[in-house]
């Protein structure tokens, strides 16, 4: 079972992709996270899409295709997802000039997120699951990982705090099990 662990912040110290290396770690046997940076993602241009996707656009959308679902780590800014996230779900909710499918229609997505505010991501999170909904892919419903005073949990880019260890790894074992069932 290959996964598809994309960060929704660029910060080099983020919590969020902190969370995902964390998930590597923790991820049931027979579950591999690989890690997709967001870096390079242009912002969405419905123009440039008519020219044809840009290659960082046709490399996520390949990494989509090829993985059996997507785990999103989602920060919070503002109440709602980053725009960054926002950007690449806008660039992989569409086929684009070349394609005939969205890369993300029918993919079974699981959320995660981690914040130092005491909310934990949930406005985000929940925002999250509507855009995704829209955008065609279903969510993971079966609980949340709500990484609230992240700061406190997550040290030098290490998940410390062992109740969430034990969260995020029931998370993606109940993640592994709605996959297995979708796969029949
Ligand atoms: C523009 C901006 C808005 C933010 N708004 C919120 C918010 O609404 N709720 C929250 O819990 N944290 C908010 N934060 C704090 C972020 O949760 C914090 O910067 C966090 O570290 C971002 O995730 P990262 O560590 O993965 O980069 C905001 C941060 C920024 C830069």
């Known amino acids: 079972m290959n996964i598809l662990g994309i960060s929704g912040s660029l910060r080099a110290a983020s919590f969020n992709t902190a969370l995902l290396h964390a998930a590597q770690e923790l991820a049931p046997a027979g579950m591999s996270i690989t890690i997709h940076r967001l870096h390079d993602l242009p912002l969405f241009n419905q123009d440039v899409e008519e020219q044809g996707d840009p290659e960082s656009v046709v490399v996520l959308k390949q990494a989509i295709d090829q993985a059996d679902g997507v785990l999103l780590a989602c920060p919070e800014y503002n109440g709602g997802i980053t725009g960054v996230l926002k950007n690449a779900i806008d660039w992989v909710s569409r086929p684009g000039r070349d394609r005939k499918t969205a890369a993300l229609a029918g993919k079974l997505v699981c959320i995660a997120g981690a914040s130092p505010g005491i909310t934990g991501t ?28 992240a700061h ?16 995020l790894a029931r998370h993606l074992q109940g993640y592994a099990t709605r996959l297995a069932a979708l796969r029949g």
Do not use: H, N, S
């Open 122 to 149: 949930v406005r985000a999170q929940d925002q999250l699951r509507l855009i995704l909904r829209r955008a065609g892919a279903q969510t993971e419903p079966q609980g949340e990982v709500l990484v609230f005073q």
């Open 152 to 167: 406190t949990k997550i040290v030098d880019g290490q998940l410390t705090d062992e109740r969430t260890r034990d969260a």
